[in-house]
């Protein structure tokens, strides 16, 4: 166990609608990252968070959107969904912004599927 | 801007073998750290090694360890005595400004 809880594991939905997916990172844990994987694809980074701050945005589509709140848990929003959104989202969590963090664990993903 | 590559999409190697699992890298920061990941097929993402850029000496983690060349910017995983359990996908990351991943390299260990 990571520490990294994600919710939900599995999501179903259909085009057209919108979804919020949770991230718990592990206690002490500052940053928050967001990654969209494909199928069998790797990791696109999508967003960084540190403590409630954007710190760094990837290819992220301004359908998306994420936010950390003040008990450092992240949501991750996705909205008019397309079925080429069907993927595995991770979040991941670290100590700090500063680098190097020695350490970054995963959640175990929700896997989103649009049909 | 920061950069990752993986050049091997798969690799066969036999139990009890070692197996070197390529990873470059590009970053203009000097300070940056680099991570290696394991993903079976089940899906999570399983940390195996961080190696930070101002290390002296090589990350080891049991059977896992991490060739830090910085001058030639590379960071490869490095597997003694493969086991069967490590077929899997393995992924390098690159933190500098943000955590970057590489494109992946599936690893098979056969009988």
């Known amino acids: 166990d990571s520490g990294v809880t994600q919710t939900p594991k599995h999501l179903i939905t259909a085009t057209g609608q919108r979804v919020t997916l949770r991230c718990s990172p592990r206690?002490?844990?500052?940053?928050v990252y967001w990654y969209q994987q494909s199928l069998d694809q790797g990791l696109q980074f999508l967003i960084h968070?540190?403590?409630?701050?954007?710190?760094a945005k990837g290819n992220i589509l301004e359908r998306f959107s994420a936010q950390q709140f003040p008990d450092l848990h992240s949501e991750l929003n996705l909205s008019s969904l397309e079925l080429g959104d069907s993927a595995l989202y991770f979040c991941?969590?670290?100590?700090?912004?500063?680098?190097?963090?020695?350490?970054?664990?995963f959640g175990q993903g929700t896997r989103l599927t649009v049909v | 801007a920061q950069k990752i590559t993986q050049t091997q999409p798969g690799m066969f190697v036999q139990e009890k073998e070692a197996v070197t699992l390529d990873c470059t890298y590009d970053t203009s920061d000097p300070s940056y750290g680099l991570f290696w990941y394991k993903q079976p097929s089940s899906g999570e993402m399983i940390f195996l090694i961080y190696?930070?850029?101002?290390?002296?000496q090589n990350a080891t983690e049991g059977r896992y360890s991490l060739n830090f060349q910085k001058a030639r910017k590379s960071a490869n995983l490095v597997i003694s005595a493969s086991q069967l359990g490590d077929s899997a996908m393995y992924f390098c990351a690159l933190e500098a400004d943000k955590l970057i991943f590489g494109t992946g390299t599936r690893l098979q260990v056969f009988p």
């Open positions: 206690s002490g844990d500052l940053s």
């Open positions: 991941a969590s670290s100590p700090g912004t500063g680098v190097p963090n020695t350490e970054a664990f």
């Open positions: 190696q930070g850029s101002y290390d002296q």
């Open positions: 968070y540190y403590n409630g701050e954007e710190r």
